[in-house]
C-alpha cells in the first residue's frame, strides 16, 4: 500500500492473557500505538482489519527490571541540550535510532499546503529533552510497525514539543504519511500531546507559529493553504483535538499571515 494513502494511528494498550499449564506463570502482553486521534466511528488507518475498528497492533518493548544503583550524591544529571539545525529545528540524529524505510519512500512533490496535528496519545506534560526525545521515538517505532505494512518513517516532518523546541522529523526531502490520500506536497507539523485533554502551552504555541510561518515563507504557502487534519476533505479524525482546533482557528487570520 502506498504512503499516500495513509494517516498517522491512533495509541491503545491492551493486555492478552495466556494460561500455560497449571503450574504456569500467567504472561502478558501489551499493544501500543501512536498518532492523531480519530473518531470512534470511522477510521480506516491505515488499510487493515482492527478488532475494534480503530487500531493497528504494534509491540511495546519489554520492560527489564536491574538492580540499579542510586544516583550520586552531587545532584541530578540534566540532559545536554541537543544541537540545532539552521532555523533553530533540532535533527533527527539527536532522536531517531534508525533512518528511513528507503524501498518504501516517496520523493517530496512541490509543497502547496501545511497540515497541524497533535500526537493523540495520553497527555504529555513532560518538557525534559530526553523524555521528549523518546517520546518521538515511539512515534517513529509505532508508525513503522504499523499493522498493513507500515510507514517508511514517522509520518510527520517537524514536532513541536512542550518548550516550543521544534524537532526535525521526516526529512522534508520525502514525502510525509499524515493525512490520508492528501500527502503529497503537504507540510506535516505535530504538536507533543493530545489536546482533547489538555492544551498547548504558550511557548509550544509559538514553537507551531514559528514552523508555519517558516514553512509558509519557504514554500509560498498562503494562509487559506494552512490546514488541521480534521479540516481535511474526507477526514474522520478529532485531530489536532479541540483546544489546538480552537487556537489554529483564531492564529490563523493573524499569526499565519
Known sequence: MSESAHDPIEITTRSTWLSVSRRSFLAASSILLVGCATSTETAELPDADFPSGRYDDVPAPRRITRNVPP???????????????????????????????????????????????????????????????????????????????????????????????????????????????????????????????????PKQLAGLNKQVRAMMAKYNVPKSRVYTHQEWRGASTLCPGRTLQAYVERARPKSFA
Not at 73 to 101: H, N, Q
Open 71 to 201: 544516583p550520586p550524591k552531587s545532584g541530578p544529571t540534566v540532559a545536554p541540550e541537543p544541537a540545532f539545525l539552521p532555523g533553530g529545528v533540532i535533527p533527527r540524529s539527536k532522536w531517531a535510532k534508525s533512518g528511513p524505510d528507503m524501498k518504501d519512500i516517496n520523493p517530496m512533490l512541490p509543497v502547496k499546503s501545511i497540515t497541524i496535528h497533535h500526537e493523540g496519545w495520553e497527555p504529555f506534560m513532560a518538557v525534559d529533552v530526553g523524555e521528549t526525545a523518546s517520546r518521538i521515538e515511539q512515534v517513529r517505532v509505532a508508525h513503522r510497525n504499523a499493522k498493513g505494512g507500515g510507514y517508511a518513517d514517522i509520518g510527520y516532518h517537524f514536532i513541536i514539543d512542550r518548550e516550543g523546541r521544534i524537532w526535525e522529523g521526516r526529512n522534508l526531502k520525502y514525502q510525509g504519511a499524515h493525512v490520508k490520500n492528501h500527502n503529497e506536497g503537504n507540510v506535516g507539523i505535530m504538536c507533543l500531546g493530545n489536546f482533547e485533554e489538555q492544551t498547548p502551552t
